[in-house]
């Protein structure tokens, strides 16, 4: 079974642009998050999808970040326009219904950031 | 507010050592708590968890953690490191068993040969 996978791994981009990066989460799975860990800082919680729904969106920065997911299938994160702090480590992470697996999440392997 | 502290940003062991990293956490309310592993250029696996039921709990590749409400601590350890082991290790709490994990700053182990 295919875990969470996200694209890009790797990105590098200049201040001022934008970035979207992409998250395909285990297949089944109604829940999708995305955290984010700024370099040297702790991972921290950025945003909560039920199907396509957004649960919690509480951990979201600012409104230079938007995180899609139609169909309740894949999940976009766009970074417009993209700063210097926007720099770090976009994990992605999903989970089945509520309950089901004691409330474990599943990473991907996150997609790194630099914003020169 | 609940928070994760990890102890030791680096940690080195010598291969065959004890290792031992160190989290400790607050929260208001029941906590589950995990421990989370990066090997390099790898996602985040899931070590071990506790949610309920008993303190000890063993995880994947030798490791296991115990809970310790006393001391509010989940310190990991393996008995003998292994080269494999190298890797950067994060600890998370859950309040209440939320989806809304808060992690500490992480661990790098690094085994000497």
């Known amino acids: 079974e295919a875990g969470v996978t996200q694209f890009p791994s790797h990105s590098v981009i200049e201040k001022g642009q934008t970035v979207t990066l992409r998250c395909d989460p285990i297949?089944?799975?109604?829940?999708l998050y995305w955290y984010r860990r700024v370099m040297g800082k702790e991972i921290k919680f950025l945003l909560h999808?039920?199907?396509?729904?957004?649960?919690?969106e509480s951990g979201m920065p600012n409104n230079r970040f938007l995180a899609e997911r139609t169909g309740g299938t894949y999940s976009t994160l766009k970074v417009q326009p993209a700063e210097l702090e926007d720099s770090g480590v976009y994990f992605c992470?999903?989970?089945?219904?509520?309950?089901?697996?004691?409330?474990?999440?599943?990473f991907g392997e996150g997609s790194w950031l630099t914003v020169v | 507010a609940q928070s994760v502290t990890q102890l030791g940003s680096h940690v080195s062991v010598s291969e065959g050592a004890l290792v031992l990293l160190r989290c400790n956490y607050s929260?208001?309310?029941?906590?589950?708590l995990f421990w989370y592993v990066q090997y390099p250029n790898q996602g985040l696996q899931l070590l071990l968890k506790?949610?309920?039921?008993?303190?000890l709990v063993k995880g994947i590749n030798g490791f296991e953690a115990e809970f310790k409400k006393s001391e509010t601590s989940f310190h990991l350890t393996k008995p003998s490191a292994h080269m494999s082991d190298a890797a950067e290790y994060f600890c998370?709490?859950?309040?209440?068993?939320?989806?809304?994990?808060?992690f500490g700053t992480g661990t790098r182990l690094k085994v000497l040969a």
């Open positions: 998370a709490v859950s309040p209440s068993g939320t989806y809304k994990y808060i």
């Open positions: 999808f039920v199907k396509e729904s957004k649960q919690d």
């Open positions: 297949s089944g799975h109604d829940n």
């Open positions: 992470a999903s989970s089945p219904q509520q309950g089901v697996t004691g409330n474990t999440i599943y």
């Open positions: 506790y949610t309920t039921g008993a303190t």
């Open positions: 929260s208001s309310v029941p906590p589950y």
